[in-house]
Nanobody, 116 residues
Framework: QVQLVESGGGAVQAGGSLSLSCSAS????????MGWYRQAPGTERELVAS????????HYADSVKDRFTISRNAARNTVYLRMNKQQPEDTAVYYC?????????WGQGTQDTVSS
């Protein structure tokens, strides 16, 4: 069982920046995929950014390319999301997700609110 703890949510004005972090514990072997999703009220949860830990292959949603950056500290078993140039449409609950041995584990979610 993998436990995930997220932190870093908050409120910013449009154009501002925020960073999220997600620390994993309970895995004795490396995690294969780490990523961030978000869900705004009344919408489905959507992928924001993901990283294959082998080869550090990264994918971004078109809506966040060139604004958000996903990164990882392997020694700390932590994945980060740096969100720059935020817009009101980025307002959502952000969830960390990792895949470990073909099983997905989710964080508890952290709120990001961007005001215009």
């Amino acid at each position: 069982q993998v436990q995930l703890v997220e932190s870093g949510g908050g409120a910013v004005q449009a154009g501002g920046s925020l960073s999220l972090s997600c620390s994993a514990s309970g895995n004795r072997f490396p995690i294969s995929v780490m990523g961030w999703y978000r869900q705004a009220p009344g919408t489905e949860r959507e992928l924001v950014a993901s990283m294959l830990t082998v080869g550090s292959i990264i994918h971004y949603a078109d809506s966040v390319k060139d604004r958000f950056t996903i990164s990882r500290n392997a020694a700390r078993n932590t994945v980060y999301l740096r969100m720059n140039k935020q817009q009101p449409e980025d307002t959502a609950v952000y969830y960390c997700k990792v895949r470990f041995r073909a099983v997905d584990f989710w964080g508890q979610g952290t709120q990001d609110t961007v005001s215009s």
